[in-house]
């Protein structure tokens, strides 16, 4: 016990009986094992708090685990929304361009236009200087 032998445990008995006298040698010898019974149960209290302590290091890393998954699941599935929205946006410019030369057309005179290969007149250069 304690890495001492019979002789030695007998040698601190002898002492002890001499010190204390036999009068409080036994309560003091139920003091001790109180002690050692106090001390071996803070040990296994300690022991079972460091247990569920590393149980629940254990348990926060599969939560850990899981928090890592499902944010990479709502990475993708933001991914996905986000290609919904740019070709929304893409398709929406892509109308919007096909609407510009419409309107262009409809802003275009009414009066028909005859197409042909002769040079016009020049008009009068007063009528030019007027437009100025």
């Not at 001492?4 to 002898?14: D, H, K, N, R, S």
């Not at 890592?68 to 892509?94: G, M, R």
């Not at 109308?95 to 309107?103: A, C, F, G, M």
């Amino acid at each position: 016990m304690f890495g001492m032998g019979f002789t030695e445990i007998l040698l601190i008995a002898v002492v002890a009986i001499l010190f204390l006298g036999p009068d409080k040698l036994p309560s003091t010898m139920v003091e001790i094992a109180k002690f050692f019974k106090s001390v071996k149960s803070t040990i296994g209290t300690v022991k079972d708090s460091l247990e569920e302590e590393m149980q629940a290091t254990g348990i926060k890393q599969e939560a850990l685990a899981y928090k890592e998954e499902l944010l990479k699941a709502t990475d993708s599935l933001n991914k996905v929304t986000d290609v919904k929205s740019t070709l929304n946006s893409e398709i929406n410019s892509i109308l919007s361009d096909d609407e510009e030369p419409k309107q262009e057309f409809k802003k275009a005179p009414s009066e028909p236009q005859e197409v042909t290969f002769k040079k016009k007149k020049k008009k009068k250069k007063k009528e030019d200087s007027v437009d100025v």
